[in-house]
């Protein structure tokens, strides 16, 4: 630029010496934060015309990267090598963006642990992004009733359930996170035999767990088994006879074996064994009572008893009479 606008020569044979000067020129680089809208920092290049531009936003951009920002425009790039009217006066961006982050389960946060190591004073990792809170387990339980000393079967599949959560680099903030994903499919467990109940369910469980139902349960219940009940033959319990439970069967807790009536002194009955068709039911088995019978007591044999006879005459009788003369008579004579 010249220091004078024009010039009135002295001598026209002479020339003359116009002094001129470099220009100033000046250009402005902003930095700017496009997700929220906001300047990180302005930076002003000035010096003169034909200048060496000094300034490189790399160094700047570096750090800005190193605290979650993602550089997305660049303009400093036109601004040329010199000061000139090609960039005198003029604006140029340095735009970034917000970066983020999906974790999952295989690839957590550290809750209160600096987002980026070189940024140890920056932002930290928020609440709810561990693995553990990444991760959600199922249970299944298994309720034993009716029985004591049967504990309840719990069978846990832990990481059942994942879900991912999205954080702001810059601002250590949670901008979104899905719900928990997927089902737990539970495997099906023997019910233990308890002898003398039976139980409503063999295996039990095989359920089906969900992110909004983790927690599942079934319930098994045990009843007592029923016993062979000796009657007589009006029907009413024999006192003293022994009442023998059903056996529970060791490879079905929900049915019963078979079981021997038992012997009941004094009295005799053609069942038996009882097959029960109800677990739970009694079973009346009739009973005779044995009579005795009265011994047969010989007859005692009576006493013979004599024969009377007729008394004989002396012999001197009986031989008089045998001399005497028979007198026969007619009988005719003798009628009347």
């Given at each position: 630029m010249a220091t004078v606008s024009t010039v009135t020569p002295t001598d026209p044979t002479q020339n003359t010496k116009v002094t001129y000067v470099k220009k100033d020129a000046a250009l402005t680089v902003l930095f700017l934060d496009k997700t929220i809208g906001t300047t990180l920092a302005t930076v002003n290049v000035d010096g003169k015309y034909g200048d060496q531009i000094k300034f490189s936003p790399a160094e700047l951009i570096q750090s800005f990267e190193q605290k979650?920002?993602?550089l997305i425009v660049n303009e400093f790039g036109q601004a040329?090598?010199?000061?000139g009217d090609a960039n005198n006066g003029k604006t140029y961006l340095i735009e970034f963006e917000h970066q983020t982050k999906t974790i999952t389960p295989s690839d957590p946060g550290q809750p209160g642990q600096p987002i980026n190591p070189n940024d140890p004073n920056g932002p930290k990792w928020p609440a709810g992004t561990g693995a553990s809170d990444l991760v959600k387990g199922a249970t299944q339980t298994i309720h034993y009733q009716g029985v004591s000393g049967v504990e309840d079967s719990v069978t846990t599949i832990k990481g059942a359930f994942e879900k991912t959560v999205t954080?702001?680099?810059v601002t250590g903030k949670i901008v979104s996170e899905t719900d928990f994903t997927g089902?737990?499919?539970?495997?099906?467990?023997?019910?233990?035999?308890?002898?003398?109940?039976?139980a409503d369910k063999a295996p039990a469980g095989g359920l089906t767990a969900t992110p909004d139902q983790p927690n599942v349960s079934d319930t098994v219940t045990y009843q007592a088994n029923g016993k062979?009940?000796?009657v007589d033959e009006n029907g009413k319990p024999i006192l003293g006879a022994?009442?023998?439970?059903?056996?529970?069967?060791p490879s079905d807790p929900t049915k019963v074996l078979p079981v021997p009536v038992p012997a009941v002194p004094g009295y005799t009955t053609k069942t038996t064994i009882v097959t029960p068709s109800d677990p739970g039911a009694n079973t009346t088995v009739t009973y005779e009572k044995v009579v005795d019978e009265a011994p047969i007591t010989p007859a005692t044999p009576a006493k013979p008893t004599a024969t009377p006879q007729a008394k004989q005459?002396?012999?001197k009788e009986a031989a008089n009479q045998a001399t005497l003369p028979q007198c026969k008579k007619d009988p005719a004579k003798f009628r009347r």
């Open positions: 979650g920002y993602h040329g090598t010199t000061l954080v702001d680099l089902q737990a499919n539970f495997e099906t467990v023997k019910t233990p035999v308890v002898n003398g109940y039976h062979v009940v000796p022994d009442q023998p439970t059903y056996p529970t069967d005459a002396p012999a």
